[in-house]
């Protein structure tokens, strides 16, 4: 058995995980702001009250966990709006940075005394976020906010691969979620297992690379 740690666990492709890591018998850390009947009908420890945006992360979250070690840590809280260029809101663009870009860096620095020997991270980005696979422009944001996301993913590979801990990079897919208005092209359900396969396998020899969940390697 497990012990995960998963941030944005309250709805989406988050809960969807902390159903699946539940039904296989793992210890499921479900971290969200605030909670709902869904997730509070799991077999899962919630930890709520917690907002990337802040700045008191490690302050509201090493206490929560407490001495407890992480196994795999799943870094996929994360918030969308859409901006073109005729309509640059910098205010929304720098909300997607303080929780996409810097959000899985303050939940893993917190954790860092927390991460057993052997430990996976895993930030759930965007390919949006890939410079080699933009085609179309646009959603300035977001994409901005998860090409930052994978630069947090490979430093932090270098950084903890003396420590022997794995990391990876995630794109779930255009997944039928609230974040997308349901327009996705796969369910959440479908998402999660892909996820969850691709932290699977993740080893030392993978560490820092960037995956879809359908399972193949995607373009930085």
């Not at 039904?23 to 009947?37: F, K, M």
Request: contains cysteine.
């Amino acid at each position: 058995m497990a012990t995960i740690l998963i941030t944005g666990a309250n709805q989406g492709i988050g809960l969807e995980m902390v159903k699946q890591y539940c039904r296989r018998g793992d210890q499921v850390l479900a971290v969200c702001r605030v909670s709902n009947s869904e997730l509070e009908a799991l077999d899962c420890e919630i930890i709520s009250g917690i907002d990337l945006a802040g700045n008191d992360v490690a302050e509201l979250l090493q206490p929560a966990v407490g001495s407890r070690k992480i196994d795999i840590l799943i870094n996929n809280a994360g918030i969308l709006s859409r901006e073109t260029l005729d309509d640059l809101d910098f205010d929304r663009m720098r909300a997607q940075y303080e929780v996409n870009a810097l959000g899985p860096l303050k939940v893993t620095r917190a954790m860092l005394n927390n991460l057993a020997d052997a430990a996976k991270i895993a930030i759930v980005t965007s390919r949006v976020g890939s410079l080699g696979d933009n085609a179309s422009g646009g959603n300035y944001g977001y994409r901005m906010s998860k090409a930052a996301a994978n630069m947090a993913g490979v430093n932090l590979m270098h950084d903890l691969k003396p420590e022997g801990i794995a990391v990876i990079l995630l794109h779930p897919g255009y997944v039928s979620t609230n974040m997308t208005n349901y327009s996705g092209m796969t369910d959440a359900a479908s998402a999660a297992k892909g996820l969850i396969a691709r932290i699977d396998d993740l080893d030392m020899a993978t560490t820092g690379t960037f995956w879809h969940a359908e399972g193949y390697e995607l373009p930085w």
